[in-house]
């Protein structure tokens, strides 16, 4: 059986893994660490949990190791792009695990914080920069970043990082690398218009593939429960009611539908956060850090969560709401049955959503089981679940807050409270992470997430332009003048406002 002594890693990074207990590589591991150690490019596909974050710092560092220089002012020499904040972080956080024992320098730069700081951190260079596209181009927009020196490039998440939504920002980057560089892609999926691209910036690569393009975990249960849309957040309350369930991730296909979801599980008496690109950086890293310590046990996210996020002994996820994207199945359930455990992924479908169901069922090649609803829940009419969201939206706002005005939002319809310039109407947006690229700045996000892209396909695969945060919500509009009142209608009222 191989071992990771048998590839020739340097003995401070042996060190470190031995001490956290790693002996035997992953598959991806196995067949990615040799030609990556070479030199070579490489395009490496595998399962979510399969350890791809190893797959190429195992060899960065040993690189580092083996010809150790001091990095040029404002620069760095290697970089890895992440989509997501959070991938970032935990990016950061596996290089100073693994290389614990090595002399070397890392930072991680990203939206929603304060940029002089990062600025300072690579005043003097560094070895490995971890960054999100939006905030790297604000740095060398600001020449506090250089990346002439770049020996390797990474990028994690490849096919999100090739996408639409991000696939300008690369381009504008890749221009500033030296041509001679090493190149790693390492994605769960990759679809062949992506592969497409992605070999526009490989050189004679390597493909590593050790499971078929858009397969699931096998250590993931599977079920599907057909609900109307009314019926979903009772069955979500029944479900959650199970103190078995230790540790759920629930995923929602909007930013205001997490925040929905979550006030109508208090509402029982269940903690739960959401984490999603309207809440600051440090309430996102306020919920991911008490999910991950257990004093919060449901987590509600956007698909900003569904890539890299990395927490044990998470049991179970719910996809609240199909994702539109069938390779964002893939990724949300491979948030369970991580590091060799066994989960249950559960997904809500109404009739609207019964479109994407096929195609998640197409691209993953298998049937998804029909669950019917669980012991001892009865779901609500229609009718009744149409009264209780009337009810809902005549609920009295919070003191301080004025109807319509969305919790932790200015007067005005502004920023959410705490939040950094660019965290507004957008996931992402300049300084503001995560998102599709929106009117204020760069793309830091899934590109082809519901969220992001506002898009949203009718059955039959008709596309139709939706808006997760719809405009002018928080204005306060005025009376419309009724016809016989002594005005005439000008120009612009006779076009519904």
Not at 135 to 162: F, H, K, N, P, Y
Not at 212 to 234: D, L, M, S
Not at 411 to 419: S, V
Request: hydrophobic share 35%.
């Amino acid at each position: 059986m191989t071992q990771f002594t048998d590839f020739g890693l340097a003995q401070p990074v042996l060190r470190a893994l031995e001490e956290a207990g790693y002996k035997t590589p992953t598959p991806i591991q196995a067949q990615a660490l040799a030609p990556a150690m070479e030199g070579r490019d490489l395009c490496g596909i595998a399962q979510t949990g399969t350890g791809k974050t190893a797959a190429f710092a195992l060899p960065i560092l040993h690189r580092l190791a083996q010809t150790p220089r001091k990095a040029i002012r404002r620069g760095c020499r290697v970089l890895v792009l992440s989509p997501t904040r959070e991938l970032a972080n935990q990016i950061a956080e596996n290089f100073t695990d693994y290389g614990k024992y090595l002399s070397f320098t890392n930072t991680v730069v990203f939206g929603g914080v304060t940029i002089s700081r990062q600025e300072k951190a690579l005043a003097n260079g560094v070895d490995i920069l971890v960054a999100t596209p939006g905030r790297l181009m604000d740095l060398i927009e600001r020449r506090s970043l250089t990346l002439e020196a770049v020996e390797i490039l990474v990028l994690d998440e490849a096919d999100q990082m090739l996408d639409l939504g991000f696939i300008h920002a690369l381009k504008r980057i890749v221009k500033m690398l030296p041509k001679e560089r090493q190149s790693l892609f390492f994605s769960a999926t990759m679809p062949k218009n992506i592969a497409g691209l992605a070999d526009q910036y490989l050189r004679d690569p390597v493909q590593v593939a050790v499971t078929p393009v858009a397969t699931t975990a096998e250590r993931v249960t599977q079920e599907v429960i057909f609900a109307h849309t009314g019926a979903k957040q009772a069955l979500l309350n029944h479900i959650l009611r199970d103190p078995k369930i230790e540790r759920v991730l629930v995923f929602t296909r909007t930013k205001h539908g997490a925040d929905r979801v979550v006030r109508g599980l208090e509402k029982v008496s269940i903690n739960a956060s959401a984490i999603h690109g309207n809440k600051s950086q440090p309430q996102r890293e306020r919920a991911l850090a008490a999910f991950k310590d257990g004093s919060c046990r449901v987590l509600v996210a956007t698909d900003i969560a569904a890539r890299g996020i990395d927490v044990e002994a998470v049991s179970h996820v719910i996809n609240y709401d199909l994702p539109n994207v069938p390779e964002s199945y893939v990724h949300r359930i491979g948030r369970t049955a991580r590091a060799g455990a066994n989960g249950l992924a559960i997904s809500f479908c109404n009739d609207e959503e019964k479109a994407y169901l096929r195609d998640i069922e197409r691209t993953t090649r298998q049937k998804i089981p029909v669950a019917g609803f669980p012991e001892g829940f009865t779901p609500p009419s229609r009718q009744e679940a149409m009264d209780a969201a009337q009810a809902e939206e005549r609920r009295p706002a919070p003191q301080g807050q004025r109807p319509g005005q969305r919790q932790g939002q200015r007067p005005g319809g502004g920023r959410p409270g705490g939040g950094r310039p660019g965290q507004g109407r957008n996931e992402g947006g300049r300084g503001g992470g995560q998102g599709a690229p929106g009117r204020s700045g760069r793309p830091d996000a899934p590109g082809r997430a519901q969220e992001a892209r506002g898009g949203e396909r009718r059955p039959g695969g008709q596309a139709q332009e939706t808006r997760s945060e719809p405009r002018g919500e928080n204005r306060q509009r005025a009376p419309r003048p009724q016809g016989g009142e002594g005005r005439t209608l000008g120009w612009l009222d006779r076009f519904p406002r």
